[in-house]
T-cell receptor, first 115, second 113 residues
Framework: DAGVIQSPRHEVTEMGQEVTLRCKPI?????LFWYRQTMMRGLELLIY????????DSGMPEDRFSAKMPNASFSTLKIQPSEPRDSAVYFC?????????????FGSGTRLTVV | GENVEQHPSTLSVQEGDSAVIKCTYS??????FPWYKQELGKRPQLIID?????GEKKDQRIAVTLNKTAKHFSLHITETQPEDSAVYFC????????????FGKGNQVVVIP
């Protein structure tokens, strides 16, 4: 298995532009998480999907952020319009919510810079 | 909700010495406790985990101990090597959250050659 695949690895965009981050979870995993990581706040959970359904989006900062999971093998996180304070590393993680392991597998992340 | 705290925030050790990182959690119903290692510029990776029905688990130079009564668990790294330098995150399962985890803020471990 190739693990959790995220694209792009790096994104530099101008303030006000739309940004779309993509994630392909591990095949068979039924939970998917989007995290944002900054030096100040550490790892923040943005949204959590279970069986393609958004369960908890209380971590989404504001209406500029939206996430979708149209099928079990693909999810997107969109920021529109982007702002400099959105600059961070965005990680996608997936897991299987049944024994023997609940451990998350993280993707390599997307480093977003908004200028 | 679950609150996970890690101490110390930064730990420096001499190569070959042991390192211990402690985490406390607030939800007594938590039953799964993983540790993740994140090297600079890379993704967090699961290195070891423990469930509430055991008190200790070892994997080569790393071990995790759990004290459910005191609601704390620790990561132990023996014979530290420069490649152990990283940020280590602990996490605890959230009751009623399926397999959701609450993460600590992370500990920076620096192994001095």
């Amino acid at each position: 298995d190739a693990g959790v695949i995220q694209s792009p690895r790096h994104e530099v965009t101008e303030m006000g532009q739309e940004v779309t981050l993509r994630c392909k979870p591990i095949s068979g995993h039924n939970s998917l998480f989007w995290y944002r990581q900054t030096m100040m706040r550490g790892l923040e959970l943005l949204i959590y999907f279970n069986n393609n359904v958004p369960i908890d989006d209380s971590g989404m900062p504001e209406d500029r952020f939206s996430a979708k999971m149209p099928n079990a093998s693909f999810s997107t996180l969109k920021i529109q319009p982007s702002e400099p304070r959105d600059s961070a590393v965005y990680f996608c993680a997936s897991s299987l919510d049944s024994p023997p392991s609940y451990g998350y597998t993280f993707g390599s992340g997307t480093r977003l810079t908004v200028v | 909700g679950e609150n996970v705290e890690q101490h110390p925030s930064t730990l420096s050790v001499q190569e070959g010495d042991s390192a211990v990182i402690k985490c406390t959690y607030s939800d007594s119903a938590s039953n799964y406790f993983p540790w993740y290692k994140q090297e600079l510029g890379k993704r967090p990776q699961l290195i070891i985990d423990i469930r509430s029905n055991v008190g200790e688990k070892k994997d080569q130079r790393i071990a995790v101990t759990l004290n459910k009564t005191a609601k704390h668990f620790s990561l132990h790294i023996t014979e530290t090597q420069p490649e152990d330098s990283a940020v280590y995150f602990c996490a605890a399962s959230i009751q009623g959250g399926n397999n959701r985890l609450a993460f600590g803020k992370g500990n920076q471990v620096v192994v001095i050659p």
